[in-house]
């Protein structure tokens, strides 16, 4: 049985029974048999069904707002995830016939010469709990565009996520046995991987979680894709405009309660600014308002386990006991010692400390003062993780040179924590591998298929 705790108050929001072993083979052969008729379907009416599904999830926002709340802890006030969902399908809809349209190699009175993108058949969606509908929908909605059946395993945070997300596309027109979603535990998602009941599997998460992943599919040759941990950059240089880099980087690192997959961790200042920065950045924090998700005031919502909170206090005792300054009073705030985790600005920080090198996923960032590009390349690279970089500078020119040495999936310039569906979704190093989102999104959800025709 899957049992989700609500941060708000540590009640049970929700259970639901997972499925046995059989069950879920007999689920996986639903989705089988139904994916052929799906993929002889027009590219226009799979991308019209995609459509209408988003359209009515959309209708049901507000039930999906405070359910989240529920859930995971996200204050109300922000409106859930309807617009990065919709934005993000409808990217995919809209260059769906040029992605997947066909290469000539040759079309000639002797040849015909092309590749064909087919679907991978089954695509099995692992999405996580801190942004349930989103992340799920950067493989769902290309996947079934692209003529693939999809099964949807979500996190036991977000119970009902999954449930609903499914519900909104069966009402949009979307055949059953085409798109579910499963309940399903550790051992049963490995075993079914294990057999080769997918063609592409899509996990978002921890390192442990897409290590199982891999290890599960070892020797059946399955397509994997992997978003995994983050410990994700800032860097502002002296000619960066303070105020915006400020605003930005610690929206970055303290919205959603720190628990973004690209918020931002560890922030380098060049030293002409590193007072300002850090004055302008706590004058932020301290404006916060932590408490319950379901109030309309509040912009800083309990994390979505007090395991982790506790894994934060735990990083963030450490440091300060190693010699790190703490910045915010927190006593400001109404830290329960649970989930409700007052956020926290850490100087005078080494990458000798667990908060400057791994992924605390929680309110809390260290900043640090550096003297040059080299030291802040040197920095940004120390890391296990390389999804994202944010650079701060008027300089494009400076900021491509410095991004073309930083170890990592994407680099902004002058903003952070987005994921823009017209550019690949992709990391490095232990954030995983494959891409999301973007024509390349496509290719991971499709195989080539060559056709060399001799005419005479």
């Known amino acids: 049985m899957l049992e989700c705790i609500s941060p708000i108050d540590g009640t049970v929001f929700a259970t639901r029974p ?19 008729g799906w993929a002889a379907r027009p590219l226009a009416e799979r991308v019209a069904l995609v459509r209408n599904g988003v359209a009515r999830l959309r209708d049901m926002n507000d039930d999906v707002v405070p359910e989240l709340a529920q859930m995971m802890g996200r204050p109300v006030r922000y409106g859930g995830e309807i617009g990065g969902v919709e934005e993000r399908a409808y990217h995919m809809a809209d ?59 979500g996190a ?19 055949p059953e046995d085409v798109f579910q979603n499963v309940f ?57 405009d303070v105020d915006a880099a400020a605003e930005t980087l610690i929206d970055g690192a303290m919205f959603n309660s720190g628990q973004c997959c690209c918020g931002i961790e560890r922030i380098y200042v060049h030293q002409t600014h590193f007072e300002t920065f850090v004055e302008k950045a706590k004058a932020i924090v ?10 309309a005031d509040t912009t800083l919502g309990p994390m979505a386990h007090r395991r982790f909170a506790d ?11 190693a010699g790190a300054t703490p910045i915010i009073d927190t006593a400001r705030f109404d830290d329960d010692g649970g989930a409700y985790l007052a ?19 929680g309110p809390v960032v260290g900043i640090m003062p550096v003297g040059s ?8 690279n120390d890391s296990d993780f390389g999804l994202t970089a944010s650079l701060w500078t008027a300089d494009p020119a400076r900021a491509a040179a410095i991004g073309a040495r930083i170890e990592t999936g994407t680099v902004f310039m002058n903003r952070c924590d987005y994921l823009d569906p017209g550019l690949c979704w992709t990391g490095c190093k232990d954030t995983g591998r494959g891409g999301a989102l973007s024509h390349i999104g496509y290719q991971h959800v499709t195989r080539p298929k060559s056709y060399h025709l001799k005419k005479s």
């Open 286 to 295: 301290d404006a916060y308002v932590l408490g319950n998700p379901l109030d």
């Open 373 to 380: 590009d080299d030291e802040a390349v040197a920095l940004m």
């Open 18 to 36: 997972t499925l046995s072993t059989d069950e879920a083979v007999a689920a996986v052969g639903r989705a089988r048999a139904a994916q052929p």
């Open 184 to 240: 399903l535990d550790h051992a049963t998602t490995s075993d079914l991987i294990a057999r080769r009941s997918f063609g592409f599997v899509n996990f978002t998460g921890s390192v442990a979680g897409g290590q199982a992943i891999e290890r599960a599919a070892a020797g059946t040759f399955t397509a994997v894709g992997l978003e995994l941990g983050g410990k994700d950059p800032g860097y502002v240089l002296e000619d960066a």
């Open 156 to 174: 036991t945070q977000t119970l009902l996520a999954g449930e609903r997300l499914v519900r909104a596309f069966h009402e949009a027109g979307v």
């Open 343 to 361: 956020p926290q600005i850490l100087t005078t920080v080494s990458h000798d400390m667990r908060v400057m090198r791994e992924e605390s996923f």
């Open 311 to 321: 894994l934060v206090r735990a990083q963030t005792a450490e440091a300060i006991a």
């Open 95 to 153: 260059i769906a016939e040029e992605a997947l349209a066909p290469f000539f190699a040759e079309d000639s009175g002797a040849f015909e010469r092309r590749i064909l993108r087919e679907p991978q058949g089954v695509v099995l969606v692992v999405s996580p709990w801190n942004y349930p509908y989103l992340t799920a929908i950067n493989t769902v909605a290309p996947a079934l565009i692209a003529g693939n059946a999809v099964l949807l395993k």
